[in-house]
């Protein structure tokens, strides 16, 4: 089992940058497939970002491509969110995501551990 925290949110003017951080508990982070999710007001959560067990492939959803960088960092428990240019539509609760195995790393039930989430509002 593992338990995720995220930091770093806050209210930025769009344009701006911010990084998200997610620290994991447990030894065996390493083991986990990471993600980055969010979900605005009235909407569904909706994928960001995802990171591969070494780091060493990541995927992102289309609408922050070039903009959005993920990132871990397996000795520290840590993956992060590298966001830049920020768009008022980017406001949302992000979310970090663990899964042990995973086939569709697009998909909220391909996690099985979320951390409780953290705000980010991008003011126009």
């Known amino acids: 089992q593992v338990q995720l925290v995220e930091s770093g949110g806050g209210l930025v003017q769009a344009g701006g940058s911010l990084r998200l951080s997610c620290a994991a508990s447990g030894r065996t982070f390493s083991s986990y497939f990471m993600g980055w999710f969010r979900q605005a007001p009235g909407k569904e959560r909706e994928f960001v970002a995802a990171i591969s067990w070494s780091g060493g492939r990541t995927y992102y959803a289309d609408s922050v491509k070039g903009r959005f960088t993920i990132s871990r960092d397996n000795a520290k428990n840590t993956v992060y969110l590298q966001m830049n240019s920020l768009k008022p539509e980017d406001t949302a609760v992000y979310s970090c995501?663990?899964?042990?195995?995973?086939?569709?790393?697009?998909?909220?039930?391909?996690?099985?551990?979320w951390g409780q989430g953290t705000q980010v509002t991008v003011s126009s």
């Open positions: 995501a663990a899964s042990g195995t995973v086939s569709n790393w697009r998909k909220v039930y391909e996690y099985d551990y």
